[in-house]
């Protein structure tokens, strides 16, 4: 699947002409162009379309001319435009599955007190555990508990998961 559309001729061709295009080089892809994205095509006439973004509920265009950003939503195929990329950005996401990450919960976070790593976790059972990497069994240690200390079976799974947090966060502040 090619990312561009490149014509010198857009206002010469026909619908259908168009739309063979993007099925050609778009195939595949949530929402393609609509009309308005056509229109602004056949105004240019020499323009180069680009795909952006493909997304599980949108898909985002630009034309690469004028820098404008198109953003085609479904299911009624919504389109919200923008002056260029950076505001698109910058933008409220309207992509329901951005909107369902940006508001997730933070599950852990860490704290450094006095060269002492410590671990939050914020979702029930939560815990404050001190990060021990010299500890062969368990890489967090001295944990309090603030729900209560689940079963065994539970405590192992959160601690292994709290584990792969702290690997993901020394490795991306180590650097």
Sequence with gaps: MKNHIFSDRWHLLTGEQIVKLFDENFPNITIQPNINIVMQLKGLEVATLELLENRTASTVYRIRQTGV???????????????????????????????????????HSVENIGGQIFIIRHKPPRFRGRYTPENKLSVVSEIQWYDGEPNYLVIANILRKAGAFLNRYLKENEK
Excluded: S, T
């Design 69 to 107: 950003v198109y953003q085609l939503c479904q299911p009624k195929g919504d389109l919200f435009e923008f002056d260029d990329y950076e505001d698109y950005l910058n933008a409220h996401p309207v992509d329901k599955i951005i909107d369902k990450y940006i508001l997730k919960e933070l599950v």
